[in-house]
């Protein structure tokens, strides 16, 4: 019954900016680390941004660095992905998970996970 459930995406023009959410439920998020990873269509899943338990730290892939922000709130069982500048190249299905470990950027290190939420940015 521990789900996240992702929202905000959307069809976006590139140069626009789109507010991704994640709320978790089910148990207290507070000490896991929580992360966005992308996939796009024929493509592998994609790390994007992952922040610390009690959102003291962050770290994001190059690809989206000095454009997204990722925070989480004070209850710690939601996150936020503001996205800025966006191009077609992020188009994709984002994903939300959860993971015990700090910071990691490996897919496989995540226990929960999202059921993506589609953002599409056009030419």
């Known amino acids: 019954q521990v789900r996240l459930v992702e929202s905000g995406g959307g069809l976006v023009q590139a140069g626009g900016s789109l507010r991704l959410s994640c709320a978790g439920s089910g148990r207290s998020f507070v000490t896991y680390t929580m992360a966005w990873f992308r996939q796009a269509p024929g493509k592998e899943r994609e790390f994007v941004s992952a922040i610390s338990r009690y959102g003291g730290s962050a770290i994001y892939a190059d690809s989206v660095k000095g454009r997204f922000t990722i925070s989480r709130d004070r209850a710690g069982n939601t996150a936020y992905l503001e996205m800025n500048n966006l191009n077609p190249e992020a188009t994709a299905v984002y994903y939300c998970?959860?993971?015990?470990?700090?910071?990691?950027?490996?897919?496989?290190?995540?226990?929960?996970w999202g059921r993506g939420t589609q953002v599409t940015v056009s030419a």
């Open positions: 998970a959860a993971a015990e470990r700090v910071l990691p950027n490996d897919a496989g290190r995540y226990e929960y």
